[in-house]
């Protein structure tokens, strides 16, 4: 009778001790290593573009619109021809508008319309530096009063492989930063644990950054004297690293 009474005493004060007592940590606690160790390095590489792109325009007015339109095309055929007679390929020769605009007698208030204004832009690129120049020229000769900003570009192998230049140099120096920090910190690198890149487009370099009317009867303009000079790709490396 003793011992059933003494279970049942362990069992109640057991109870008691498990709902009313304090906690009993039962899990294990293991130290989680700290924040990654993160370094960012810089890659620059400077390249003389291989694309040059110009932009050519022709605008025209007058009472008819038949007339205008057949004005534009007319001038518009002896440029496309001016610039294949230089060795630009017909598809480096791309029409990017072509606008048909009424001109309104705003003091009538009915609005007449007096006439019509028509004007077509071409994106002219250039692979041949030394044609730069004579494309300008020739177009302006052939008829082209608009003449657009001139950009100097990367075609996409180049890039693509000055990028890789500059990711390289942007690892290595960020390799250098981190282990000449964990020498000076006393604390030992371990693996790379993320890597990111931020990079900056190459920024074409622009002759003219809007674009220029030549009136008719405009004096007879000197050869431009252009220069492609470099351009820089920009690209920075994060590299993370574990902390022993």
Not at 12 to 26: E, Q, S, T
Not at 56 to 81: C, F
Not at 100 to 111: C, R, S, W
Not at 169 to 190: P, Y
């Amino acid at each position: 009778m003793k011992k059933i009474t003494a279970v049942v005493t362990f069992f109640v004060l057991l109870f008691a001790f498990a709902k009313w007592g304090p906690a009993i940590n039962f899990s294990t606690t293991s130290q989680m290593k700290g924040e990654p160790f993160s370094v960012s390095g810089e890659g620059k590489v400077f390249v003389t573009p291989d694309i040059a792109k110009i932009s050519l325009g022709i605008e025209s007015n007058g009472a008819s619109l038949k007339t205008v339109q057949s004005s534009v095309n007319a001038k518009a055929k002896a440029l496309t021809d001016s610039l294949k007679k230089l060795g630009i390929a017909e598809a480096d020769i791309k029409t990017t508008s072509y606008s048909v605009y009424p001109e309104y007698d705003y003091t009538n208030p009915a609005g007449r319309i007096t006439g019509f204004r028509v004007s077509t832009s071409y994106e002219v690129t250039i692979r041949d530096f030394d044609k730069v120049n004579d494309a300008i020229t020739a177009g302006t000769a052939s008829g082209a009063n608009i003449v657009g900003g001139v950009s100097f570009e990367l075609n996409d192998k180049t890039e693509k492989e000055k990028l890789q230049e500059a990711r390289k140099l942007a690892v290595k120096d960020a390799k250098d930063k981190a282990s000449g920090l964990a020498g000076a910190a006393g604390i030992t690198l371990g693996r790379v644990i993320n890597i990111s890149e931020n990079r900056l487009s190459p920024v074409p370099l622009m002759y003219a950054d809007k674009a220029v009317s030549l009136g008719a009867g405009s004096p007879e303009q000197t050869t431009p004297n252009i220069q492609p000079g470099t351009t820089e790709i920009n690209v920075t490396i994060t590299l993370s690293y574990e902390v022993r």
